[in-house]
Structures are given as C-alpha cells and as structure tokens.
C-alpha cells in the first residue's frame, strides 16, 4: 500500500471510531462528571452543585447552582441548565439568583418565597434593618463573618417557647466575635420573626 494511501485509512478509521464513539449512549454518570469537571473550569472558584438530573430528548438535563462567596453576606448564586451531550458544554440556562447583594429572584416580588440559603442570608440583613446584624458587619467587616443558613418546616424555639412553621434560621458568626447572632426568618416575605445574641 501507498504511504498517501495508509494515511488515508489511518484517518477514515479515527473519523468511523469517532462517529461511533458519538452514537453510544453516554451514561449519566459520564454526563454528570464530564459537566462537573467542565464547570470546574467554567466558575473557578465557585462551589458547584448539581441538583437534578432527567434524561430529555436522547440527553441529560442537567441543573446546578454555581455560589461565588458561599456562607459569606452576600453570596452570588446561579442556577445553570446543561444539556448533554446534544449541546455540549454549553448552558442553555443561567438564572442569577443573587447578585452584588440584591435579590434579583425576588425583584418586584412582595412576599416573594425565599427558597435558597443564599437568598435567606441576604433577606436576613438587606430585606430586615437589624441594628445588631448593621453593627456585627461594622464592627467585624464582610470578610471577617460567616453566615449559615438553614430551613425548617417547623421549628422550636425554647426561650420563646414557640413553634414557628415554614422558617429559616440565619446564623451570624465571626472568628473574632465572641457572640453570635441568630434569627428567625419566614420562607415567605424573608421577615425577621425573632433575633437571639448568643
């Protein structure tokens, strides 16, 4: 055989096993970590999360929320939709949820339902003027504080001795705080429905 003819093989075969390569069904497993490691490159630094997963038209629809300064006062959170492989590692959403400290999902919303810690943590101090959380930030800075963030269904406070349904808990803390802060939430509207300095 010709040289210029075995390269002319050599490449019909790569371009066939590739094909066939593109035919096979990828896994969702394959799917998942392909999209998760290419998020890695995406959103550096970002913490990644992938939060469901359906199998759509011969690919899967894949949803995660990418959170720049996680557990910080203001976290910016997105919601981004893949579909692989039928496009790649292109999203075909991305929904921000918080952004430079706003509540853009709740924009123009009253009583607006506050369904992600991110978005808890910003209502607990943009959407309530709480002179003890104003002072924690003046007093230790945006860098210096975590804040955590967690929903119930129901929830029992004992020094209140009150069950408060449907809530979030906001905890403010600092390194160089000897005391924490801790509030109460309502899911819907995010108001402040009890603060304890602890």
């Known amino acids: 055989m010709r040289p210029e003819h075995a390269f002319i093989a050599f490449v019909l ?18 799917a998942v970590n392909f999209v998760v490691q290419h998020m890695q490159t995406d959103y550096p630094g970002a913490q990644t999360n992938v939060t469901e997963v359906k199998l759509q038209d011969g690919s899967w629809r894949i949803t995660s929320e990418v959170i720049y300064g996680a557990n910080t006062p203001c976290p910016n959170m997105s919601i981004v939709v893949y579909e ?24 123009g919303i009253e009583n607006c339902k506050i369904a992600m810690p991110e978005e808890a943590i910003i209502a607990s101090h943009k959407l309530n003027n709480v002179p003890e ?31 408060y349904p449907f809530i979030w808990v906001v905890r403010w803390t600092s390194p160089e705080a000897n005391y924490s802060i801790r509030l109460i939430l309502n899911q819907t509207g995010g108001k402040v429905l009890d603060k304890f300095v602890e």
């Open 13 to 30: 075969v790569l371009m066939l096993s590739g094909c066939a390569q593109q035919n096979q069904q990828v896994t969702q497993e394959e």
């Open 84 to 107: 692989y492989p039928a496009f790649g590692f292109v999203p075909r959403a991305e929904n921000n949820i918080t952004n430079n400290c706003q509540l853009l999902s709740c924009k």
């Open 133 to 163: 959380i104003n002072s924690f930030i003046n007093e230790f800075g945006y860098n210096n504080i975590r804040v955590d963030a967690t929903s119930y269904e129901s929830y029992f406070e004992s020094r209140t001795n009150a069950t």
